[in-house]
């Protein structure tokens, strides 16, 4: 079993920044890709970024440059920063891992992009 446990989102102006974090907890030894996906009101959820056990990346066309994945804390966090906010990237942000046998999702933080 993984636990994950995020934190980051909120209200941000368009052209600003925020983080992202999400902690993971258990049987992490066994985790081989880490992501965020999001879903805004009325669509379907979809990739933003995900990051394999070596360090391989894959990114949305919609974020690619304005957006950044990474680990951190002996490989157990994974780190969304997102730069350049458009209003179209508001929406609830979802944190992924992947082990060997199973995949698990974060409860969900809530990313808002507005004036």
């Known amino acids: 079993q993984v636990q994950l446990v995020e934190s980051g989102g909120g209200l941000v102006q368009p052209g600003g920044s925020l983080r992202l974090s999400c902690a993971a907890s258990g049987m992490i030894s066994s985790i081989y890709r880490m992501g965020w996906y999001r879903q805004a009101p009325g669509k379907q959820r979809e990739l933003v970024a995900t990051?394999?056990?070596?360090?391989?990346?894959n990114y949305a066309d919609s974020v690619k440059g304005r957006f950044t994945i990474s680990r951190a804390n002996a490989r157990n966090t994974v780190l969304l920063q997102m730069n350049s906010l458009k209003p179209e990237d508001t929406a609830v942000y979802y944190c992924y891992v992947r082990t060997t046998s199973a995949e698990y999702w974060g409860q969900g933080t809530q990313v808002t992009v507005s004036s």
């Open positions: 990051i394999t056990s070596d360090g391989m990346t």
